[in-house]
């Protein structure tokens, strides 16, 4: 394809956090963007320059959108797939709509990696109380049954350790399909984010290692605290599931770490990731410049970490209330902290308000930083 050039408006299907901060180095590089919401709460929106909030269903959205996008990418899985393909019709769209619907769908995401020959937890696909009590047979526990579709943050999961009643755990579900996946004893997880251009060429990011609490991302670690070799190991995994789909964009492939120092993939992104937010502030291209570069056809940039970095989550329940701020002194004193809201009006539960990075000399250093940061956002004492 031929590039795209600044000035040209570019697409975003959905208006969350991820697509806000395209947005702005969309902005940053000369570009103009357009957001269809879906309908959906959309940070994005105010620093887009145009923006659609219908549902991703409206006909005269979506000829609205490709009546004006020159290209368009996703900022988030879960879109119908009859939407992409019908954005992909008029407009391209990376990734591509096989893309999307491959990772939107564990299903057919796990499909795709036992078909490629890819490392993954053993699973079984389960549509019925009786193929559930066959793959707890074959699968054995303990085990996570999820649902097929539309699962993140640890929704749509349940963790079986024996003696269940396949019967009454099917009802309880409440879902047509689902996976019955084994459980992995795992060291860690880790995380690589890998860009690929239209002409094929292929990057990997440097491993970030996760800690999730509540079943959401904490913290990740970057460099990860794993050999070498474990580290190029990911790395070349993530490029080649990025081939194998044929993939046009950035993207995110999680892991597990087992004992032995094998990797398994846990689950694909096909987009931008909360693990790789530290990339706008401690790599030379961003995930999100990745993002748009690959949407218009440009090359790849460098993904070369300038400085160790710790990425700190930051969610709802730390702030004070639903609308009043945390107190940022400690952070902005920090001297080598960097704040990233996502203007949500709201802090709900656990909802994922923004990050901070923190920048050192090496990761420990960021990580001690980080951890008080936490404690006293949340209040708790720190040893």
């Given at each position: 394809?031929?590039?795209i050039?600044?000035?040209?408006?570019?697409?975003?299907?959905?208006?969350?956090?991820?697509?806000r901060?395209?947005c702005?180095?969309?902005r940053?590089?000369?570009y103009r963007?357009?957001?269809?919401t879906?309908?959906?709460?959309?940070?994005?929106?105010?620093?887009?320059?145009e923006?659609?909030e219908?549902?991703?269903?409206?006909?005269?959205?979506?000829?609205?959108f490709?009546?004006?996008?020159?290209?368009?990418?996703?900022?988030?899985?879960?879109?119908?797939?009859?939407?992409l393909e019908?954005?992909?019709?008029?407009?391209?769209?990376?990734?591509?709509p096989?893309?999307?619907?491959?990772?939107?769908?564990?299903?057919r995401?796990?499909?795709?990696?036992?078909?490629?020959?890819?490392?993954?937890a053993?699973?079984?696909?389960?549509?019925?109380?009786?193929?559930?009590?066959?793959?707890?047979?074959?699968?054995?526990?303990?085990?996570?049954?999820?649902?097929?579709?539309?699962g993140?943050?640890?929704?749509?999961?349940l963790?079986?350790?024996?003696?269940?009643d396949?019967?009454?755990?099917?009802?309880?579900?409440?879902t047509?399909?689902?996976?019955l996946?084994?459980?992995?004893?795992?060291?860690?997880?880790?995380?690589?984010?890998?860009a690929?251009?239209?002409?094929?060429?292929?990057?990997?990011?440097?491993?970030?290692?996760?800690?999730?609490?509540?079943?959401?991302l904490?913290?990740?670690?970057v460099?990860?605290?794993?050999?070498l070799?474990?580290?190029?190991?990911?790395?070349?995994?993530?490029?080649?599931?990025?081939?194998?789909?044929?993939?046009?964009g950035?993207?995110?492939?999680?892991?597990?770490?087992?004992?032995?120092?094998?990797?398994?993939?846990?689950?694909?992104?096909?987009?931008?990731?909360?693990?790789?937010?530290?990339?706008?502030?401690?790599?030379?291209?961003?995930?999100?410049?990745?993002?748009?570069?690959?949407?218009?056809?440009?090359?790849?940039?460098?993904?070369?970490?300038?400085?160790?970095v710790?990425?700190?989550?930051?969610?709802?329940?730390?702030?004070?209330?639903?609308?009043?701020?945390?107190?940022?002194?400690?952070?902005?004193?920090?001297?080598a902290?960097?704040?990233?809201?996502?203007g949500?009006?709201?802090?709900?539960?656990?909802?994922?308000?923004?990050?901070?990075?923190?920048?050192a000399?090496?990761?420990?250093?960021?990580?001690?930083?980080?951890?008080k940061?936490?404690?006293?956002?949340?209040?708790?004492?720190?040893?």
């Amino acid at each position: 394809m031929h590039s795209i050039a600044p000035g040209s408006l570019l697409g975003i299907l959905g208006g969350g956090q991820l697509g806000r901060m395209f947005c702005i180095e969309a902005r940053r590089m000369g570009y103009r963007t357009l957001v269809w919401t879906g309908g959906l709460e959309a940070p994005a929106v105010v620093v887009a320059d145009e923006s659609i909030e219908e549902p991703f269903d409206s006909s005269s959205a979506l000829e609205a959108f490709v009546s004006k996008a020159v290209v368009a990418t996703v900022e988030f899985e879960n879109i119908p797939r009859e939407t992409l393909e019908a954005v992909a019709a008029r407009i391209p769209l990376h990734p591509s709509p096989n893309a999307v619907a491959i990772c939107q769908h564990r299903e057919r995401e796990k499909a795709f990696l036992k078909s490629r020959g890819i490392p993954c937890a053993p699973f079984a696909v389960v549509a019925s109380a009786a193929e559930l009590e066959v793959a707890m047979e074959a699968i054995d526990v303990p085990a996570v049954l999820k649902t097929a579709a539309f699962g993140y943050d640890g929704k749509g999961q349940l963790k079986l350790t024996g003696g269940e009643d396949p019967v009454e755990v099917w009802r309880e579900f409440a879902t047509d399909r689902a996976v019955l996946e084994a459980f992995i004893p795992f060291e860690l997880e880790l995380s690589v984010m890998v860009a690929r251009s239209a002409n094929g060429s292929v990057l990997a990011y440097d491993p970030a290692e996760n800690r999730h609490r509540h079943h959401i991302l904490d913290v990740s670690i970057v460099p990860a605290r794993v050999p070498l070799s474990v580290a190029e190991e990911a790395k070349r995994i993530a490029c080649r599931v990025a081939e194998e789909l044929d993939y046009q964009g950035i993207m995110g492939v999680e892991f597990f770490l087992l004992a032995d120092g094998s990797l398994l993939v846990n689950e694909m992104a096909p987009r931008p990731h909360n693990s790789g937010h530290h990339t706008l502030d401690a790599c030379a291209t961003s995930q999100f410049e990745q993002q748009v570069r690959a949407t218009c056809g440009l090359p790849p940039g460098s993904a070369r970490l300038l400085s160790p970095v710790v990425m700190l989550n930051l969610l709802g329940d730390m702030w004070p209330s639903e609308e009043t701020q945390p107190d940022w002194s400690d952070l902005f004193a920090d001297g080598a902290a960097l704040l990233h809201l996502y203007g949500k009006a709201r802090a709900v539960g656990r909802r994922k308000m923004g990050h901070a990075n923190f920048l050192a000399a090496d990761v420990e250093n960021a990580l001690v930083r980080a951890e008080k940061i936490k404690a006293d956002l949340l209040g708790v004492s720190h040893p």
